[in-house]
């Protein structure tokens, strides 16, 4: 696999069927091998070093995939803060201790390791205190967003039968709700008139639409695909 610089070189080329194992080697833009690391995380480090050097620096990191070996990350002037912008508990769970869902499983175990960690709401917080005792530093910093300096009338007239829903049309927004939630209203109420449009592109388009020919409910939704401006769209809604 070959990684590619905005000018077509290739810097990163990725050997995975070496006989010596895997190897990440890393090209100058004349296509001369520089550096070769046998793991992702080493050459993840590398680019840390390089980049932060000797000064002080926060890591704030919310990849579960980088947080599953950041921890392994120790250098004296820098500290890591994980990020936790999912829940960290399976949707069986019945209490704090688990189940857990397993690709933040290193996160979690080895959280001690990590100079903070930060969390979305003070319940996930809370649910993972319980589970995990610690002294280090915890955060809670909620999704936020930029506020205007002049706000829309909240007296403005909106449709009541308009309704919008911005999301990745995968399972975790669970769009498919709103689908069937549309066919129980069509099934109890014929009369009621209600429209919702979705805004957002995921691996679950074809799926949904099927669901929504399937349930019969093509005139009181429909899938509009990404759109930048859709968000403009709220104010109606």
């Not at 003070?122 to 205190?129: I, K, L, S, V, Y």
């Amino acid at each position: 696999v070959e990684h590619l610089r905005p000018d077509g070189t290739v810097s990163v080329r990725d050997e995975r069927k070496c006989d010596d194992g895997r190897g990440l080697v890393v090209l100058d833009r004349r296509g001369a091998p520089v550096r070769r690391f046998r793991r992702a995380r080493d050459l993840y480090f590398a680019w840390i070093d390089r980049v932060v050097g000797t000064a002080s620096a926060v890591i704030l990191n919310d990849s579960k995939y980088v947080g599953s070996f950041l921890h392994h990350y120790r250098r004296g002037n820098v500290h890591t803060v994980q990020v936790f912008h999912n829940p960290h508990l399976k949707p069986s769970a019945v209490s704090t201790d688990g189940p857990f869902t397993a690709s933040r499983a290193p996160m979690l175990f080895e959280h001690a390791r990590f100079d903070g960690l930060a969390f979305l709401t003070q319940r996930q917080a809370d649910e993972f205190t319980a589970a995990f005792p610690r002294r280090g530093p915890l955060f809670v910093v909620p999704n936020s967003r930029e506020i205007p300096a002049v706000l829309p009338d909240a007296e403005s007239p909106r449709d009541p039968e308009r309704g919008i829903m911005l999301a990745r049309l995968s399972g975790q927004k669970r769009v498919d709700h709103t689908v069937l939630a549309l066919a129980d209203l069509q099934q109890e109420s014929p009369d009621t008139r209600v429209h919702v449009d979705v805004f957002g592109s995921g691996p679950q388009e074809q799926e949904l639409t099927d669901l929504i020919e399937s349930e019969g409910v093509g005139e009181r939704i429909t899938l509009r695909g990404y759109d930048t401006t859709a968000s403009a769209r709220l104010a109606d809604a």
